[in-house]
């Protein structure tokens, strides 16, 4: 029988769940330690519990990756590196990571340790992959969109390992760039701390008019256990499930299944299997949609996004979870015995591994019965609750002679203790301790406005107020218009979700660490999607002209990256309907509409608030906020932060409001009076209060 090769990572959200991913087969475990990871409500592990959980997932050949998966604000910069120090003396094998500029440190830090870049990166290019193989990552968590021709032609072409998820929970949004729970209620997901805001019921409104209401936003959960060997052939290295939130019994279910298909080579799977697998959590059924290209309704849980299955489990899957189950790690007991000498025993395992050990007490000659070979056998197979079984048992001993079996006990019970601890060794990586690096800031003379648009008409409105020095356009929007406009640079603003364009201007806006590789020879401005959350990321990106903060951030943490980081300008964004999700599989068509046919689209909450739908680019769709982020009254504030420029990002608006707003916002700068818009038609964002 030839088994599928692959890696299978499981989720282990606590001890329990970590020993039923170990019990049900699983290649690798992942899990959290300490503050700082995607799963802010798992139960996560203490050092001392990692340390054991190192020591147990060792014994059995089993690799442990540690997430430390979310944005670091610069205030917790020392604590995020002190947890990946106790990551690496604990023997963990990898470290999984989502912020760029802790990467970069920690690379420096501890070199002997592997780098994962998390899903949290977006990565759907063999550009991103190579923009973080030159950053030192040894794997790539792709994004779940991918087809599966696109995971094959970037496996095929990097030299990083290529990792995929094959089961459990969807995100509508691409992971790593939404805004949703963290402006609906301050719980951002790229802290590990999402409410899911998704999951509720939406109504769908054309032109105003109801055309429907359901969770419009919460798909299937993913299932590719039926696409094993085609994930083989496309050249991946790793297979994830996800689910640190979820049960023992779920984790056991799951790695149990998907350890069946990889070991027997399988290719249908039975619908007993099936079964199970919906068995253990299913939102209406499962998808392969994004994988497979098959999008729309079919990926979606319109009408239940809750688990509909009631998690019945198999009595197997319950039993490994339960932790009295023991997998066995077959082995080869040798014993020699000679009179005159202590009885010796060797162990090995089918990897190699072997240690010996010798007895006390020296063998005799026996004077009534000696100890036969059977009975030397039947002692050294009785393993008992140890992690091994023997699967041969060889003896040589010479005739005649005899061991106090109290003695052959003891030598069996020490060789097996030896194995174990010989299995879990590892050696610690280094610690090389390592600076920061934090630069200081002077003042800012002039703080200074920069507009997004995504029209020609908006351009022209912006520009002609004469108060704008750059604007950010579309690249059909920029051929348009050419290469500057009333004085204003123009700069080509690229795709959110990277893919090469023509550039006809001299500078481009980069969203992602791909775009910035790939146009690397030209002068680049860094935009909020690079995710930037604290000055070490801004020094990963520091040759960008300008970087656009995160807008996640606070303007005492602004003011706390400005205060430690000089290599770039900085720019915030001052106005805008903050885009809170980008998705492949769009919304509205898996209604059974399409903006292709024209009506401007919007979801309605249970609060009556309408969150526009712009949709476009090959059928992605981008949810725009429901109010827009107004800051004109407290500009002060904000140029206290030491930034140097505001950004005001158009989407809906027409070309008088865009004129409009732009010359409030000068005025504010330059410490007139402005008109204050409405109470409660807009945001502050997270400028006065953060993020969790």
Known sequence: MCRIGMELLAPAGGPEALRAAVQSGADAVYLGAGSFSARAGAENFSFEELSDAVRYCHIYGVKVHCALNTLIKESEIEAAVETAEGICRAGADAIIIQDLGLASHIKRMLPDIELHASTQMTVTSIEGVKALEDAGFDRVVLARELSLSEIERIAKAAKAEIEVFVHGAICMCYSGQCLMSSMLGGRSGNRGRCAQPCRLSYTLLEDGRECGSAHILSPKDMALIGHLKELESAGVTSLKIEGRLKSPEYVSAVTGIYRKYLDEARGKVSEKDMRELRSAFSRSGFTDGYLTGRLGADMMSHDNPANNSGSRFSAEAKERASGKFVRKIPITVFASLRAGEPISVTAYDRDGTCVSCTGTVAAERAVKKPLDEERLKEQLSKLGSTPFEAEETCVEAEAGVTVPVK??????????????????????????????????????????????????????????????????????????????????????????????????????????????????????????????????????????????????????????????????????????????MIMKNCPVKAMGRCAKHGGEFSLRDREKLEFRLLCGDGCKAVLLNSKPIYTADIMESIVDSKINSVRLNFTVENSGECGKIVSAYRAALDGRQTEPMKENTFTRGHLKRGVL
């Open 407 to 580: 003695d052959i006990n003891e030598t069996r019970r020490h060789v097996c203790a030896a194995l174990e601890n010989e299995l879990a060794r590892r050696e610690p990586g280094r610690i090389i301790k390592t600076p920061f690096g934090f630069g200081t800031r002077g003042d800012v003379k002039e703080v200074y406005l920069t507009a997004e648009v995504m029209t020609a008409g908006q351009a022209e409105a912006a520009a002609a107020t004469g108060a704008v020095r750059r604007i950010y356009a579309p690249a059909d929007v920029c051929e348009k218009l050419g290469g500057a406009i009333n004085g204003a640079e123009l700069v080509t603003r690229t795709t959110d979700i990277y893919r090469p364009e023509r550039i006809c201007t001299r500078h481009v806006s980069v969203s992602s660490a791909a775009a910035l590789r790939h146009y690397g020879d030209m002068a680049a401005y860094g935009d909020f999607r690079l995710n930037v959350y604290n000055s070490l990321t801004a020094s990963f990106f520091g040759g960008l002209k300008s970087i656009t903060l995160s807008p996640e951030l606070n303007l005492r943490e602004i003011r706390d990256i400005a205060d430690h980081f000089s290599a770039a300008e900085l720019e915030v964004i001052g106005y805008g309907y903050l885009p809170l």
